[in-house]
């Protein structure tokens, strides 16, 4: 038995107008609780540090750098860091990121309980456009703002298992988790901010967007025979609404919590990393059942090659 | 619009004794009520002429051959191709196929409205062990008595749309269905035999069994923006039972039609294949979304390789 229980740290929307430092302190707020929980890892969402700034146009993009943090810890975080210390606890969170030379990612960290960072993972799976496009009910610019990641995804050594992340879209994908799968992870962390309707097919309103949700996460956890926990920014951001549907998926890919409002909110599940250990075994038992001779278009290209006409 | 009304024909147990012409008579019925429901393609499941027989165990190998095809069509399937032509209704299933040269597949063909076959498949995954296996429940002796497929994903040109084939354990794969994806793949049959308990683990049973089998097949639908047809044979063949979980996934992943018995029955479903376009021109548009610079260990690397320890 490994067991580390966690906190799936959904937050509820994050105005335009609301600062940094206000965040925080519901950030802070979730940590106590989760301490009363008896936690040993903390998972925030996707740039949880704003609201979901890739919404807004600026026709100049480097207006869009004031959502985006210059160095991490910073002023502002730093108290995150230093109870989770005091709080022997993980900690995870997703943020802006702008480096020294001046690239922007959108990025998310792993934190171990002695507050140091020890996982550093950039989105790689960009959803959305470069340009406006007027025809969206609303807008989607994460190319814009951000470029692809330029990290793979790693996993990392720490708080006794093997720990990857991932970033919002990044779960649609199932080559996001079997990079992290044939590296033996055994938890994923993923936040995400998710708009509750389609922005080019009004139809698919927010029912069937947590049903991709979930499904996407629970095939990936299940064919990887990994714990996920993936955690929403959710609610009315300045009248645009995010979808909630935080959970927390076993190596089964069985959701065994999932939160039930739109708000701050913790969900709290002992995750035994041993779980993981059945499927990896058996029928997920890569070296025995792979046939990588057969896989070649997965890396050897990027879009569709139609087979030839008749 | 670009409709093609589908029967997936799910089979109930087939005994050993069970003779290939019984089977094919018990499927010519199932045609018949295909083509009364107006049906342009059947879809039977893996395996469809014989009892799952990688249960039972030969020490020599060579005693297995009675349950394998030489030739296809022949004597006893030339009926499924003469009524299917004459329907002008495609066909679908899966045999086990001994080649001229003394290969063993697990095989399934694709069979055009003329009579044809046009397309052919040999199972990639293939589960399960090579040896007698006493700590086991039943025996999955795929590994004994089947080489893996060699003839890789490929798709077909044929009804108007682009058709794949994958067999049973493949459905649990995210690869299976990727490589056919970048090819364009519309439509993706595939048959089934699977025990409603895992040898290794009595706590999984049915109900968890079709959860990873549902969720398997509706995520790889849905990542891929393509229907799929999964058709089971259901039911206990002597006293082996297998689940049934016969479904009709659209390209949004969702199921929208399903068997609720565990013996013959067709369900059908109208599939329109341009219901593939959407989702292969947004959220899985493969060109601008995927990032094949980070996905390298998926096939240069067939098992886990762990992180160095600290």
Redesign the interface.
């Known amino acids: 038995m490994r067991e580390i229980k966690v906190a799936a740290a959904q937050l509820g929307p994050i105005q335009k107008a609301e600062s940094r430092e206000e965040v925080v302190s519901r950030m802070l707020a979730l940590m106590e609780e989760a301490k009363t929980a008896g936690c040993n890892l903390i998972v925030y969402p996707e740039l949880a540090l704003t609201t979901f700034f890739p919404r807004w146009y600026h026709e100049n993009r480097a207006e869009a750098d004031e959502w985006f943090e210059a160095e991490m810890p910073n002023a502002a975080t730093q108290p995150l860091f230093d109870k989770a210390k005091e709080y022997g606890m993980g900690l995870s969170f997703g943020y802006a990121e702008l480096t020294e030379d001046g690239h922007h990612f959108n990025t998310s960290i792993l934190v171990d309980p002695q507050g140091k960072i020890v996982g550093k993972y950039r989105k ?4 959305g456009h470069v340009e406006y496009e007027p025809e969206r009910t609303h807008q989607h610019l994460e190319k814009r703002y951000f470029e ?2 330029d990290l ?6 720490t708080m006794g298992g ?1 720990f990857g992340m991932a970033i919002c ?1 990044d779960r ?4 996001t988790y ?2 992290m ?4 992870v055994e938890m994923i962390v993923l936040g995400f901010n998710t708009p509750s309707v ?1 922005n ?2 009004g139809a698919e309103a927010l029912n ?1 967007r947590l ?2 949700h979930k ?2 996460v ?2 990936g956890a ?2 990887n025979s990994t714990w996920v926990i993936a955690v929403a920014k959710a609610g009315s951001e300045d009248g645009n609404h995010l979808m909630a549907g935080t959970v927390i998926v076993n190596p ?3 959701i065994v919590a999932e939160t039930k409002t739109e708000g701050d909110e913790i969900i709290v599940h002992a995750c035994d990393l041993d779980d993981t250990v ?1 499927g ?1 075994e ?11 001779e ?14 030839p ?2």
Chains 1, 2 share one sequence.
């Open positions: 790689i799976h960009l959803p692809p990641g793979g995804f790693p996993v990392w050594r093997i879209n649609r994908w199932p080559e079997r990079e799968g044939l590296q033996g389609n080019l097919r069937q049903f991709h499904l996407s629970q095939a299940y064919q089964d890919g069985e059945f990896k058996t029928v997920f038992d890569f070296k025995r059942h792979r046939r990588i057969h896989y070649g278009r997965i890396t050897a290209q990027t879009g569709v090659i139609l087979p006409e008749d």
